[in-house]
């Protein structure tokens, strides 16, 4: 099996979509801060490996991201 970084970065890149675009559930009060809460956590993890740099060195995928984006 070989491991193709460009659909990786695709696939997180589509998570990140689905998470924006994923409606609230009918939840009020807690449930429902919590549900978004969640849902901005996902979408910025999603990102940071959807909008780094990567490089292979010594067989290691390493990604870099610039903090300040």
């Known amino acids: 099996m ?3 970084v460009e659909e990786f970065i695709n696939r ?3 998570r ?3 998470v924006k675009n994923r ?3 009918p939840v009020g009060g807690d449930d429902r801060m ?3 809460k969640q849902a901005e956590t996902d979408f910025q993890d999603y990102m940071i490996i959807a909008d780094s740099e ?3 060195e010594e067989d290691y995928l390493v ?3 610039k903090l300040d984006s």
């Open 2 to 4: 070989s491991f193709n």
């Open 12 to 14: 997180y890149k589509e």
């Open 16 to 18: 990140a979509e689905a």
């Open 23 to 25: 409606s609230i559930p």
């Open 34 to 36: 919590a549900f978004i």
């Open 54 to 56: 990567f490089t292979v």
């Open 63 to 65: 990604f870099k991201y």
